[in-house]
């Protein structure tokens, strides 16, 4: 793709987002785009979203998974960013019409209290740089059609990255911890859906332990110049399948004694 084209993709993705309508599959579009083409149009994106008055408060990583790799026929993580409009208090209702197609993750929430970077970073410089870890959720969202009405061709990472890495919002707990207060590999959820049980997870399903998550992140950011802030908030990755939230839910997810968290969609 040339910068143009990336140019042209973020736009499309941006007016889906602020119209509800969603945009066709970029792989289809744009054929032979690459990651490196994805996160360009993701950078594109939340520039344009910078622009209009929105402020980055961390990243989200995704596809930490095997089984969500193994779906999309992948073998790495994926990244976005988080913006100040997609943050949102345990217990708060979503407006109706704030999201296209809504879905919920559980994951463990780093919120940093120094930047860090470079892929000589180790687990310890990760421990060191983090302030506290927090129960939370992940919504999820996806500008780009799930699938092409026409080929019924399905969205690819290269879709998925494009759009943010399909992030829309995060709901953080209200409970802090240091970093070593709890063994995060045990770390897990009990996530409901209007008080049915539909997920469960542990901590040990992102990349065998939380940290390493992270870790993933920052070394990758080096080669693209970037590097994780001091006061960023830092979502390490699902333990459970992503959760359909239509009008009318209200997601729980029960960390035991790490916490809870929950948000209702009107």
Not at 171 to 182: F, K, N, Q, T, Y
Not at 219 to 235: F, H, K, N, P, T
Request: proline share 4%; aromatic share 6%.
């Amino acid at each position: 793709m040339t910068p143009d084209q990336h140019t042209e993709a973020a736009e499309s993705l941006f007016r889906a987002e602020e119209t509800g309508q969603q945009c066709g599959l970029l792989s289809l579009q744009y054929p032979g785009m690459t990651l490196d083409d994805a996160y360009a149009v993701q950078k594109a994106l939340v520039s344009l979203k910078l622009a209009s008055g929105r402020q980055k408060i961390g990243w989200k990583i995704g596809l930490t998974s095997r089984a969500m790799q193994d779906a999309l026929k992948i073998d790495t993580p994926d990244s976005g960013v988080l913006l100040d409009d997609m943050l949102f208090e345990s217990g708060a209702t979503v407006p109706a019409g704030r999201f296209i197609q809504p879905r919920i993750e559980a994951e463990i929430a780093f919120v940093m209290k120094a930047s860090l970077a470079g892929e000589d970073c180790t687990r310890a410089d990760v421990l060191m740089a983090t302030d506290h870890v927090a129960p939370s959720l992940e919504i999820l969202d996806t500008r780009i059609q799930r699938a092409d009405a026409a080929t019924g061709q399905a969205r690819i990472i290269t879709d998925t990255i494009s759009d943010n890495a399909a992030n829309a919002g995060i709901v953080l707990g209200r409970e802090r911890h240091s970093i070593d207060a709890h063994d995060l590999r045990w770390t897990g959820a009990i996530v409901s859906r209007n008080d049915t049980v539909e997920e469960t997870g542990l901590g040990a399903g992102v990349l065998n332990d939380p940290v390493t998550s992270v870790l993933w992140l920052a070394r990758r950011m080096a080669s693209y110049g970037q590097q994780i802030e001091a006061g960023d908030i830092v979502l390490s990755g699902s333990f459970i399948r992503p959760i359909e939230c239509p009008s009318g839910s209200k997601i729980t997810a029960d960390f035991g004694p790490f916490g809870s968290v929950d948000i209702s969609f009107a």
